[in-house]
């Protein structure tokens, strides 16, 4: 939390429907003092058209340093920039001028599903002996889904990672608990269940997934299921404590099929066995049926849609991004049993199209989406586009290309930085990493 302030931020870009462009990791200048503050100020073109990058993450972070596989000489350097649809994986040098980044390796589909028989790579994260990734199915678009590993030095694709999976099929995030020997990990659906948007028949009939697992870390064994109740579907975003004395973390729900609500579960550890408790739920909010789509014009009402969540580095805040009703949330975790609401701004939104303070007459479509905090807890950046199929279906008339960034205050509270507000009219802009990490980087095996 005491490391320099970031000066750049690396953002995931994918090129919207209809357009012939290659994705690209864009990098924006995010140091005020700067002449392009907020501003793209570098960009890298994957070579191959189709990839839609999504998470992705670094080569190594504070896990290296564990003492039962340590690799003191990594540099958090590379950037591993998985496409979810080919399957593909880029290797992207941020040195030596950040602004400049090269792709320096590519691993190519054909490969991914002959060594690990998965695809649609999804989440990125170093671990204390090599880089995991986890994709949501099979080649032929089914499950399961699980992780694979890479090597942290070469790059090659070392195979499966688990050993005995259990009844887990389906897998979208994963973190775990270093000091406790423990990898937890969350469901969404298959490929095919989510690739062309949502699909109401499954959703209405509670075929997403609603379960969390437990895995034993190092001998990669399922040890337990942990279910939400069929009612609760999606269970996507996980941030654990970072702090590594304490066995807890919190993941998100997108919707309930019972009131359209979305909620925010703790998964804890007590007496050696992991219990899940609900502990925010966030209502759906009443809406004119002619300002909804399709999909969501019979039940006159916007579902918050919570698809992503942040933790700021000391586990004091909790950070909601509500991607339906364009609210964006802070609370308070000190005491992660009862989170206090302390902070709450809005823009965009299914049905309001709030507008931001630097352009108040603007409409805007979209919601807060990915969100990332600097490792200081005082800067907040999020973007506003979710998954391709995703956004055409709740924004059929077009999501748009943004990114913001709050102030946060010591005590609670957030405010827009006026002087901040990114658009792009070439790509739309997903997930953030931070010029020398940032809240969701790092393990820690120390306190």
Known sequence: MQAPREKHMF?????PPGSKLNDALLVVDVDPESPTYAQRVGEVKMPEFGDELHHFGWNACSSALCPYAPHPHVERRYLVVPGIRSSRIHIIDTKPDPR??????VIEPEEVFARTNYSRLHTIHCGPEGIYVSALGAPNGDGPGGIFMLDCETFDILGQWEMDRGPQFFQYDFWWHLGFDALLTSEWGTPNMIENGVQPELLLGSKYGHQMHVWDLRRRRHVQALDLGKEQQMVLEMRPAHDPRKAYGFVSVVV???DLSASIWLWHRGNGAWEIKKVIEIPAEPADPDKLPELLKGFKAVPPLVTDINLSLD???????????GEFLQYDVSDPFNPKKTGSVRI?????RTAHPRKPDQPLAGGPQMVEVSRDGKRIYFTNSLYAAWDEQFYPDGVGSWMVKLDAGRNGGMAFDENFFVESNDYRVHQIRLEGGDSSSDSFCFP
């Open 11 to 15: 953002v995931a870009a994918l090129n």
């Open 256 to 258: 309930s099929v019972k």
């Open 348 to 352: 965009g939104g299914i049905a309001n």
């Open 315 to 325: 586990d004091k805040f909790l950070y909601v991004s509500c991607f339906g009703t």
């Open 100 to 105: 400049k980044p090269q792709i320096v390796r």
